[in-house]
Nanobody, 123 residues
Framework: QVQLVESGGGLVQPGGSLRLSCTAS????????MGWYRQAPGNERELVAT???????NYADSVKGRFTISRDNAKNSVYLHMNSLKPEDTAVYYC?????????????????WGQGTLVTVSS
């Protein structure tokens, strides 16, 4: 059993900031890449930011310079710091992680998703 739980979503005014958290739990032997995705009403789920086990980050062009992804391997957690929020950022944000468990062959990872947390940017 592996589970990702997100928190930190809510209502914020344009220009405001918000911090999302995601923690993995269960029988985890290791975690490779982690990331944040979002899905707005009427749109497909899109990548927001990713971070490798070594700390290399990647961001969608729409959030570069405003969002920062980070992780704490000791806590099996990943975070998304969002600044200068815009109404276009309104979406359900999902945490994603590639984890290694006993049932996963060497060199392979199980992709796990969180339940999602809603971020609403509105005045």
């Amino acid at each position: 059993q592996v589970q990702l739980v997100e928190s930190g979503g809510g209502l914020v005014q344009p220009g405001g900031s918000l911090r999302l958290s995601c923690t993995a739990s269960g029988s985890i032997f290791g975690i490779n890449d982690m990331g944040w995705y979002r899905q707005a009403p009427g749109n497909e789920r899109e990548l927001v930011a990713t971070i490798t086990s070594g700390g290399t980050t990647n961001y969608a062009d729409s959030v570069k310079g405003r969002f920062t992804i980070s992780r704490d391997n000791a806590k099996n957690s990943v975070y998304l710091h969002m600044n200068s929020l815009k109404p276009e950022d309104t979406a359900v944000y999902y945490c994603n992680a590639r984890v290694r468990t006993r049932s996963v062959p060497p060199g392979r990872y199980l992709e796990v998703w969180g339940q999602g947390t809603l971020v609403t940017v509105s005045s």
